[in-house]
């Protein structure tokens, strides 16, 4: 592109950054001089592109004035990427930004459960910081001794922050790589900083597991609802009915959330008939997401923390509106907006952005507030035990107890 002319490169900008729209109105970009151009030549445009080409002119004098007159070789193409991610950074939401292709096809590999990297799952905390929320099991991150509750200060050296989606993007990215190659971690653990070296290798995550507790109790945790997690959810779900469980407990927390899909997929398995949620535009269009008749009806507790965001509040407001279970635990991360993705074909980079909010059965939505849950309670301890056992985690203790006494009321 750096040999482009003015005309070529202001129609390039005109194709990424806006959407075109008809016009019974064409004109020649170069006016009065296009007699001179040859006809192979001309470029006809719209009289909404002609003024979009107009709008734009002052951001293609300053990439040309850096790209010529820089008292350094600029790269052309880090100066459009530069633009594009100014353009969404000014929206002011941290869940808006821009992929390149190759960035698209990682979050496209994180989203199927299979990627290289060190299996762990980040997200932004209160503070700006990327903490780690989960560490799979069987991953390379396991094997270097990373933890829940750690928190992400350098990737090889280079400072990494949450402070908005671009600064976390580029935080998961520098993690990833090839197999049998390395990354040096600087983490904050406990108020101290230390530094450990994870081998990168093929990993293969399930965002569900499950299993049955002492007492008869059916315990679900999600740790994401992306690849597997709504298939490994009604795989439990038949595995309890077979095994007439009592009761159920769905641990959300330390759960970022996840796709729309997927987290009504799980809530159609536990709800009645209704609206399990809708989302809202700016236009204000309604789009309703549904709960059929069919429902495994037990005993239901759900446990969330102060880390369960977006999906995770989606199902525990549902529960809360359907009175379906009980909430326990601490309020909830307050994320109550929707994003789309949208690919671009020539290459396959993307766009995030937000699109819509969205609001449970009784008009609620969790944006800056969260979910407050039926039963508060504090964790004992730093951090969430490894294995569920009542003994050593005061949050599933008061799911239990809440269990039994619900179980009461059925007999």
């Not at 609620?364 to 985690?393: F, M, N, Y």
């Amino acid at each position: 592109m750096k040999n482009s002319s003015l005309r070529t490169v202001a129609l390039i900008w005109a194709a990424v950054m806006i959407a075109v729209v008809s016009s019974t109105v064409t004109l020649l970009v170069s006016g009065r001089a296009a007699q001179q151009v040859p006809d192979e030549e001309r470029r006809w445009v719209s009289q909404a592109e002609y003024e979009a080409l107009q709008r734009y002119s002052r951001l293609e004098q300053v990439r040309k004035t850096l790209l010529n007159e820089y008292y350094q070789e600029l790269d052309d193409e880090q100066l459009i990427l530069g633009a594009i991610r100014g353009m969404t950074a000014s929206v002011g939401d941290r869940f808006t930004f821009y992929y390149t292709p190759e960035e698209m096809t990682r979050a496209n590999e994180n989203n199927a459960g299979a990627y290289r990297g060190i299996g762990v799952l980040l997200q932004n905390n209160a503070l700006d910081q990327i903490e780690i929320v989960t560490v799979f099991p069987d991953s390379p991150a396991e094997a270097a001794g990373l933890r829940v509750g750690d928190v992400l200060l350098a990737v090889d050296e280079i400072k990494v922050s949450g402070l908005d989606g671009r600064a976390y993007n580029d935080a998961v990215n520098r993690i990833r790589g090839e197999e049998g190659t390395s990354v040096a971690l600087t983490l904050l653990r406990n108020g101290e900083t230390i530094d450990v070296t994870v081998n990168r290798g093929d990993v293969k995550v399930d965002y569900a597991s499950y299993q049955v507790l002492p007492g008869n109790i059916g315990y679900i945790a999600i740790s994401q609802f992306t690849g597997n997690a709504s298939a490994i959810f009604h795989e439990a779900i038949e595995s309890f009915k077979a095994q007439k469980i009592d009761g159920m407990v769905i641990d959300l927390r330390n759960n970022p959330g996840g796709l729309l899909d997927q987290v009504v997929a799980i809530a159609d398995e536990l709800l009645p008939t209704g609206v399990i949620v809708y989302v809202k535009e700016r236009d204000g269009t309604r789009q309703d997401f549904y709960s059929d008749e069919n429902m495994y009806d037990v005993p239901l507790t759900v446990l969330v923390n102060d880390m369960s965001a977006s999906a995770s509040e989606i199902l525990a407001l549902a529960v809360q509106a359907f009175d379906r279970g009980t909430v326990i635990g601490l309020n909830t991360y307050g994320k109550g907006i929707v994003q789309s993705m949208k690919t671009f074909p020539e290459d396959g980079a993307g766009i995030q952005y937000t699109t819509s909010s969205y609001f449970d059965a009784l008009d609620r939505c969790p944006q800056g507030v969260g979910v407050k849950p039926d039963i508060e309670v504090a964790l004992d301890g730093e951090q969430i035990p490894l294995e569920p056992d009542p003994a050593s985690d005061s949050q599933l203790a008061a799911a239990f107890e809440e269990l039994n006494r619900l179980i009461a009321e059925r007999e």
